[in-house]
């Protein structure tokens, strides 16, 4: 038996309209397992859907901010192997313009989306044992940039969430990781390279030995982290960086 086969297996992605969470699910669907969509944007969610491979795949619009929107996914959802939390907002706000909007704002869609969603989910028992539960995290976490205090906040509350969540449901040999990832090359990417331009976004490449990630090359170690191949691995972080804090 393949230990990284993901055959026979239900896994939810959320964000899965663009970049990081698109490409999982493809991958996902790729190694087998049926897949789970969720994302705000209709059209490009149902793109996604259409991309995937095999059948019995299914997509649910939502807005994880949004109560009920939760509890209407969590209804259409019947038992899972494995969650990808990768829906979230990178948006810079310097500390003198901080105020309850920001924070509500980015707490909202990096914490408060897939922590209520996690713990819905927990409390209706669709999570299978020997499930695994991936969440998209940021080498901001633990290296703050201006103008990221939210950001860098939100995204290092989340790595304590998963922390937790592999201390208390180990005993049903559930597991929890986080990815923390620096430059991929994602819409994300673009709109930082049209913000601060292609020469400073390239001069900042010059920092990264193996250069700016792609899509896949997160979706393989989501892959991995879903797999029984990594079945003793939880509580924990990879850091997907390109080699960028090595010297750090």
Do not use: C
Request: without cysteine.
């Amino acid at each position: 038996m393949n230990p990284f086969s993901l055959a026979h297996k239900t896994i939810l992605v959320t964000g899965a309209s663009s970049g990081i969470g698109a490409e999982a699910a493809r991958m996902i669907s790729k190694s087998g397992a049926r897949v789970i969509i969720t994302a705000r944007n209709e059209e490009r969610l149902k793109a996604t859907f259409n991309s995937l491979e095999g059948s019995n795949h299914g997509y649910v619009l939502a807005d994880l901010t949004n109560e009920e929107d939760i509890k209407n996914l969590i209804d259409q959802i019947d038992h899972l192997d494995g969650v990808v939390h990768s829906s979230g907002i990178v948006r810079p706000f310097p500390i003198k313009f901080i105020g309850a909007k920001q924070i509500d704002e980015m707490y909202g869609a990096n914490y408060y989306g897939p922590v209520v969603l996690t713990s819905k989910l927990f409390r209706a028992k669709k999570i299978n044992a020997g499930a695994s539960l991936v969440f998209m995290s940021s080498i901001s976490s633990k290296f703050p940039h201006k103008g990221g205090a939210l950001y860098s906040g939100s995204k290092a509350a989340l790595n304590s969430f998963s922390k937790t969540i592999a201390l208390e449901y180990a005993p049903q040999k559930i597991r929890s990781n986080v990815i923390s990832a620096a430059m991929v090359r994602t819409p994300l990417f673009d709109e930082a390279e049209k913000a601060i331009s292609k020469e400073m976004m390239d001069k900042h490449g010059e920092d990264y030995p193996l250069g700016f990630g792609d899509p896949e090359d997160i979706g393989h170690a989501i892959l991995f982290l879903l797999s029984g191949g990594s079945r003793w691995i939880t509580g924990t972080e990879i850091v997907m960086d390109g080699g960028l804090s090595a010297g750090h």
